[in-house]
């Protein structure tokens, strides 16, 4: 069973950057298409952007032009660049494989905090 591992995330202000990444114990992740979650106490988990294994990428519209989604070349790394951050970015971040026919086990995943 794969065990994801989420971290970076920190208190920022508005406007500010963060990097999250995803590891799952030295497993290639970077090798499946993947994706980042989040997800706010009381609210439905929300898909944030997927890195497919082409290389392409897509956004959900609240983060398309702020968000990136990349691997590293060993493929061990997913991360989510976080660029122009706002309040309503603030939430627990959580990979995970995208579009198979389940996931894998999901981590513990990372609090961004926007606020002034």
């Known amino acids: 069973q794969v065990q994801l591992a989420e971290s970076g995330g920190a208190l920022v202000q508005p406007g500010g950057s963060l990097r999250l990444s995803c590891e799952a114990g030295?497993?290639?992740?970077?090798?499946?298409?993947m994706a980042w979650y989040r997800q706010v106490p009381g609210k439905e988990r929300e898909l944030v952007g997927v890195?497919?294994?082409?290389?392409?990428?897509t956004y959900a519209d609240s983060v398309r032009g702020r968000f990136t989604l990349s691997t590293d070349k060993p493929k061990y790394t997913i991360y989510l660049q976080m660029n122009n951050l706002e309040p309503e970015d603030t939430a627990a971040y959580y990979c995970?494989?995208?579009?198979?026919?389940?996931?894998?086990?999901w981590g513990q995943g990372t609090q961004p905090t926007v606020s002034s």
């Open positions: 995970n494989r995208y579009g198979y026919e389940s996931f894998w086990l």
């Open positions: 030295g497993r290639r992740i970077g090798s499946y298409s």
């Open positions: 890195l497919s294994r082409d290389g392409s990428t």
